[in-house]
């Protein structure tokens, strides 16, 4: 299947800085989605984004699709206590034995001092 | 809308029994549900593709036979592990979607201890 690389693991900051999380793929994907996983909780779907060089903002969040559409990445500006949690990017399948399918990244666990 | 549920939440079982785990979309019906499977701090890992009224897709790796999918229905997807072992313990989660190319809801998740 689809290899989706995530950095970093971890991030620590403290409550106010920013935060930024990558991913890469080995292949040219044909959506990216990002999830958010709370400690004990499942992932919830953040956003999808589809094309070359698409940029989406969701408050303070903001997510870029890379032009080659083989990467990506989530930036969250002045993070707050509420942000904790785990990040994961997946790549979507878009054709063929692959279609629908979600590879994810390792996520990147969020942790945020008041 | 788009909940999905999964039950049991935990279960606890001997090794070598079977142990079946539901997933069900409730308020709307799903084309093709997933099953991942997620060990602690990890990534989740797709398992396997289903959907009502065929065979599940098996990704590379995953024993069909241990690992049974049967979808029943268009809300309605059940896993049995057959014959668990400690290995298997893990947190089971299962996710549905009615656009293959859009978003996937996920279930709160199974966690199987097997002693």
């Known amino acids: 299947g689809q290899q989706v690389m995530q950095i970093p693991q971890y991030q620590h900051v403290q409550e106010g800085e920013d935060f930024t999380t990558y991913c890469n793929s080995s292949?040219?994907?044909?959506?990216i989605q990002w999830y958010k996983q709370r400690p004990g909780g499942h992932p919830v779907f953040l956003i999808q984004l589809v094309k070359s060089g698409e940029v989406k903002k969701q408050k303070r969040l903001t997510f870029q699709f890379g032009e080659a559409k083989k990467n990506s990445s989530l930036h969250i500006t002045a993070t707050q206590t509420t942000d904790v949690g785990t990040y994961f990017c997946?790549?979507?399948?878009?054709?063929?034995?692959?279609?629908?399918?979600?590879?994810f990244g390792r996520g990147t666990q969020l942790t945020v001092w008041p | 809308g788009a909940v999905v549920s999964q039950h049991p939440s935990r279960v606890i079982c001997k090794s070598g029994t079977s142990v079946k785990i539901e997933c069900r979309s409730l308020d709307f019906q799903a084309t093709t549900m997933f099953w991942y499977r997620q060990f602690p701090k990890k990534s989740l890992m797709l398992m396997a593709t289903?959907?009502?009224?065929?065979?599940?897709?098996?990704e590379q790796g995953v024993e069909k036979d241990k690992f049974l999918i049967n979808h029943a229905s268009l809300t309605l997807s059940t896993l049995t592990v057959t014959s668990a072992h400690p290995e298997d313990s893990s947190f089971y989660i299962c996710?549905?979607?009615?656009?293959?190319?859009?978003?996937?809801?996920f279930g709160p998740g199974t966690r199987l201890t097997v002693t």
């Open positions: 292949t040219t994907l044909s959506n």
């Open positions: 289903s959907n009502e009224g065929s065979k599940a897709t098996y």
């Open positions: 996710s549905a979607t009615t656009d293959l190319l859009g978003e996937q809801y």
């Open positions: 997946a790549g979507l399948g878009g054709r063929g034995s692959t279609l629908g399918r979600l590879y």
